[in-house]
Nanobody
Framework: QLQLVESGGGLVQAGGSLRLSCAAS????????MGWYRQAPGKQRELVAH???????NYADSVKGRFIISRDNAKNTVTLQMNSLKPEDTAVYHC???????????????WGQGTQVTVSS
């Protein structure tokens, strides 16, 4: 069974930095896209950053220039470096991954359980 496990959330002051990591494990043949979404209380879930297996990235306008997404294809991990954090970045951040399973070569789209990021003013 495929799992995504996130780590690295926490409490930080405005202007600070945090680094989120996510590792995909299980029966995996190939991971295509990986990314991070976030959801704040009372708000809709939004895409934060996305990266393809080839390294093409996409960012929400609200985080451009502050966040950097990267991945290690060999380890099936994705990292989100968050700099110059703002109180409005406070949310639960979820890792996502899409790809092909190893056992039956079926496609998958998975979400992690999420990690809390809280930015104090």
């Amino acid at each position: 069974q495929l799992q995504l496990v996130e780590s690295g959330g926490g409490l930080v002051q405005a202007g600070g930095s945090l680094r989120l990591s996510c590792a995909a494990s299980g029966s995996i043949f190939r991971v295509n896209a990986m990314g991070w979404y976030r959801q704040a209380p009372g708000k809709q879930r939004e895409l934060v950053a996305h990266i393809t297996s080839g390294g093409t990235t996409n960012y929400a306008d609200s985080v451009k220039g502050r966040f950097i997404i990267s991945r290690d294809n060999a380890k099936n991990t994705v990292t989100l470096q968050m700099n110059s954090l703002k109180p409005e970045d406070t949310a639960v951040y979820h890792c996502t991954a899409e790809g092909v399973t190893g056992l039956f070569r079926s496609t998958f789209s998975s979400w992690g359980q999420g990690t809390q990021v809280t930015v104090s003013s």
